[in-house]
């Protein structure tokens, strides 16, 4: 029986002297480094799998490989180019600021502890998360620390960060959303008070409500019903618009014909004491319906914030090789067409390009729909994809969103969205 006590046979670490912990493979025993990895190990065996050790091409990657791979994108934030996208002056001071998406960040206690960690920074003015939306607001003096130094503070207790630049789009939406949740509570306290003054009037008996009661409830009804007809109903009436105009009818249609058919009924009756009156369906039939459409809204935007975050996925740095051999590391909107750009272990691929090295298997799935990856050989064309395994290059005609497991290294065509 031989005996490897080189490094660890599970890890790769180096094996103290004298460590006891052990794991035999084919009559062959190797050594590792703590119990960790002889719990590991032993459970990979034990559960029939021990092919893994056989076929396997290399260790697995390190928590601190890929802390080291990260250090080199922290970097580039420094640039003043990159920097000009997100980072705003602050005062008269000297100071900036800036608008961070923090990832991990899922209760009170994330939240205090990234300001903590940052605020105990030397020349950071101040530091603010919205535990809601998982952003971090940040102020520092340029002059005494680096945004770099911000980003490596905060991977340094779990919290991977990223620039947040809201676009116009995204302004739109999220100025709509609040408008939608105006209009259903205008809608939900007018339905409870009509209704309430609706109530009386049905279970009364012949005789037992005077003419001036019931002419005070219909009053009061009219009164609180006219904003949810004019203001939460307003999105249906103007979609109904839209369609006449352009001669293609929608369901917006039918629902302001029900909506001002019966308001402007039951408005006669008031006013004319003639009739019967509706104001109390008709709140309750807005309300339901601005209800299902935010439930709606809500589902569509969450399952589709990750094609509407495409752009966030894309990586702000590039490795570009240059004619000496020698790696730089810069902005990847500074991509020419031409650069050969090295794709490090951990790192998204940052633009397109042309496989000359390697292969990988790629997920496609948020470009394509396609769920099962994609194999991409040298000299293909690729789409940005997830690689499963191997060396990873890219090529014109698509935008590189996803990250490789091993090296490789591209001639890149200038970068652009998809």
Known sequence: MS????????????????????????DTSHSLCCPGCEAGAHAIVDGGLESYYRYRTELPERPDERQAAKADTWSVFDDPGLQSQFVHPDGDEGHVRAMLAVEGITCAACAWLSEHRLNALEGVVSSA??????????SWDPNVVKLSQLFAELAAIGYD?????????QTRLQHEERMNVRRLIVA???????????????????????EDFFALFHWLSFALATPVVFFSAQPFF????????????????PVSLAIGG????????????????????????TFFLLFGRYVEGRARRRSGHSGNALSGVL?????????????????????????????KPGHGVPADGIIEDGESSLDESMLTGEYLPVTRRVGEQVVGGRPKHGKLTHGPGYSCRQQCTRGGHCGFNRPRLC
């Open 3 to 26: 005996t490897k006590a080189l490094s660890c046979y599970h890890c790769g670490s180096p094996v103290p002297d004298g460590a006891p912990w052990r794991i035999a493979i084919d």
């Open 129 to 138: 998360v919205n535990l809601t939306h998982h952003r971090l607001r940040v």
């Open 161 to 169: 960060a990223q620039p947040y630049e809201p676009d116009q789009a």
């Open 188 to 210: 939900a306290v007018g339905v409870m008070q009509v209704v309430m003054f609706s109530i009386p009037i049905y279970v009364s008996g012949p005789g037992e409500l005077s």
């Open 238 to 253: 103007r979609n109904a618009l839209r369609d006449l105009k352009t001669g293609v009818l929608g369901m917006d249609v």
């Open 262 to 285: 019966a308001y402007l009924a039951s408005s006669y009756a008031v006013l004319f004491n003639v009739g019967e009156v509706y104001f109390d369906s008709v709140a309750m039939f």
């Open 315 to 343: 990586p702000v740095s590039a490795t570009r090789l240059e004619a000496d051999g020698s790696e730089r590391i810069l902005p990847a909107s500074e991509l020419a067409p031409g650069d050969r750009v090295l794709i």
